[in-house]
């Protein structure tokens, strides 16, 4: 089992940053690849940015050149620093984390992005 608790999410004016801190415990060896998804209201959860144990990263076109998602070497913490925010990036946002047999996720920490 793995658990994944959020931190750092809040409310911030149009043009400013936050950091997303996830913290990861439990069976961490069975962890192939860390993300961050966000669910705004009335949308789908989608994917924002995931990094591999490998370090490759992938993004939402929506983020690229704005967030950037980084871990430490154990997998133990993965981190989303996301500057140049816009209202639009308003919703909740969870950690996730894909293990050999199922996906973990995290309860989530909302981020309000005033105009």
């Known amino acids: 089992q793995v658990q994944l608790v959020e931190s750092g999410g809040g409310l911030v004016q149009a043009g400013g940053s936050l950091r997303l801190s996830c913290a990861a415990s439990?069976?961490?060896?069975?962890?192939?690849?860390m993300g961050w998804y966000r669910q705004a209201p009335g949308k789908q959860r989608e994917l924002v940015a995931r990094?591999?144990?490998?370090?490759?990263?992938n993004y939402a076109d929506s983020v690229k050149g704005r967030f950037t998602i980084s871990r430490d070497s154990a997998m133990r913490t993965v981190y989303l620093q996301m500057n140049s925010l816009k209202p639009e990036d308003t919703a909740v946002y969870y950690c996730?984390?894909?293990?050999?047999?199922?996906?973990?996720w995290g309860q989530g920490t909302q981020v309000t992005v005033s105009s």
């Open positions: 439990g069976v961490l060896f069975s962890i192939n690849a």
């Open positions: 996730n984390a894909i293990g050999r047999e199922r996906d973990y």
């Open positions: 990094i591999t144990r490998t370090g490759t990263t």
